[in-house]
């Protein structure tokens, strides 16, 4: 199954459309630092103690690695399965984007919950984004779709619960332009854009230091 934009590489765009266009074309060009790469370690512990009270979860990354083309495949066929499924890293592709969720939880009755996992203390605008995109790609996926919730930390290694399904269907029609014009800028030449505040917002660009030599 063909994709051209990842989950991550959609909030990528949103904020700079060359360091979109960097993630696709040379991504050998990102320098994340030890203390970058240290949060990510702490964002993926974070997120295994929620699917510890999920035993019966299925890691799909640790069948499929990075044969990214199959995990829609399997998720559909896990999905289609009777009674209740959990799943972890479940995959599903619409408008030629990829999205890989953090839990997806089908109950008995067929109804399905979706968790997105983030180690940040509040429902930041960022966090939102990565819900909106999910939701527009997971509602055309899925029959049964029900709560799509978005877990932070509480402060204290808790979680804080919010269901952000009626927040996403509102942005539908906004990410579809914004996908689009992101196909767009990925058939063309590298962006031309300028450093500056942005740049920090909402996260340190891993393509900073080329941009600088570029300047
Ligand atoms: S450093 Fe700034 S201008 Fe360069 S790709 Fe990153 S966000 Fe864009």
């Known amino acids: 199954m063909n994709y051209i934009l990842t989950k991550s590489k959609y909030i990528r765009g949103l ?106 203390t509040s429902a930041k605008e960022v966090f939102q984004n990565d819900l909106a995109v999910q939701h527009y790609v997971l509602s055309h996926c899925l029959d049964g779709l029900n709560h799509f919730y978005l877990l932070y930390n509480d402060g204290n290694d808790g979680f804080v619960q919010e269901d952000f399904a009626q927040q996403s269907v509102a942005l539908h029609a906004t990410i579809a332009e914004t996908i689009a014009r992101f196909k767009e800028v990925l058939q063309g030449f590298e962006p031309e854009v300028s450093i500056d505040e942005h740049c920090d917002l909402p996260y340190a660009c891993p393509y900073r230091r080329y941009c600088e030599r570029k300047k």
């Open 15 to 120: 904020q700079c459309e060359r360091a979109l266009y960097l993630d696709v074309y040379n991504p050998k060009l990102a320098y994340y630092p030890p203390e970058v790469l240290a949060k990510f370690r702490q964002g993926r512990d974070f997120e295994a103690s929620f699917r510890d009270r999920f035993p019966q979860g299925m890691n799909l990354s640790k069948l499929l690695g990075w044969k990214m083309d199959q995990y829609p495949v399997l998720t559909r066929e896990k999905l289609a399965q009777e009674g209740e499924v959990v799943l972890f890293e479940a995959g599903f592709i619409y408008d030629d984007v990829l999205v890989l969720a953090d839990v997806v939880h089908k109950h008995d009755d067929g109804t399905i919950d979706v968790y997105e996992i983030k180690n940040g």
